[in-house]
């Protein structure tokens, strides 16, 4: 089976651009995080969802970024406008959730965005 | 907001050395997850532990979990250029719920 998949695997683009980072699920996963990672501050959960739901977005940092799920198996995290302080590598990862199991999440690739 | 501390922040040595990579706070977990990230890649979940005092093994990899679940160890023996990357606890608040959250890391290299 196909890991998480995300694109692209780089974005360079200049300050006040829209960024579009997409993210397909495993198949058979009903939950869907997004993380943001950099040296300064580690690796940070934005936004999560479950069953296409965001369940808890406390970790968006502000207006310019937003996050949907149009379907089942398919995300997207956009930033408008972006900024240079967004560069950093955003991680989607996807999971099962059941009732009583500790989740396993799967990370993908990883997008590496630089904004100049 | 619950931190988690990792303790050290880098850490180089020898193939062949033992190791131990400390992750600790002051809030209680229900679970504690160690995840190993390379280079481009996305971390990859290695071990969850959810009793306190636990101890899991994977070969050469022994995680424990503190008996008052506030703090985890990993311990690598016999330490191989294989196990070079960054390495990530992650507590989880509440048993089932998703939301983890991510200690500061430890970036280990393993010299040949």
């Known amino acids: 089976d196909a890991g998480v998949i995300q694109s692209p695997r780089h974005e360079v683009t200049e300050m ?4 579009t980072l997409r993210c397909k699920l495993i198949s058979g996963h009903n939950s869907l995080f997004w993380y943001r990672q950099t040296m300064m501050r580690g690796l940070e959960l934005l936004i999560y969802f479950n069953n296409n739901v965001p369940i ?12 949907k799920m149009p379907n089942a198996s398919f995300s997207t995290l956009k930033i408008q406008p972006s900024e240079p302080r967004d560069s950093a ?28 | 907001t619950q931190l988690l501390e990792q303790s050290p922040q880098f850490l180089s040595i020898q193939e062949g050395e033992n190791l131990t990579v400390y992750c600790n706070s002051s809030s209680v977990f229900s679970s ?21 005092g636990e101890v899991k093994k994977l070969k050469r ?13 990993l311990h690598i023996t016999a330490a191989q250029p294989g196990d070079t990357g960054l390495y990530l606890c992650a507590g989880g608040p509440n048993f089932g719920n998703e939301k983890l959250t991510f200690g500061t890391g430890t970036r280990l290299t393993i010299i040949p």
């Open chain 1, 16 to 19: 006040g651009q829209e960024v």
């Open chain 1, 56 to 67: 808890d977005d406390s970790g968006m940092p502000e207006d310019r970024f937003s996050a």
């Open chain 1, 89 to 116: 590598v955003y991680f989607c990862a996807s999971s099962f959730s059941g009732a009583g199991n500790t989740d396993t999440q799967y990370f993908g690739p990883g997008t590496r965005l630089t904004v100049l």
């Open chain 2, 32 to 52: 504690l997850q160690w995840y190993r990230q390379e280079p481009g890649e996305g971390p990859v979940l290695l071990v969850t532990v959810v009793t306190g």
């Open chain 2, 61 to 73: 990899l022994t995680f424990q979990f503190g008996d008052a679940r506030k703090d985890s160890s």
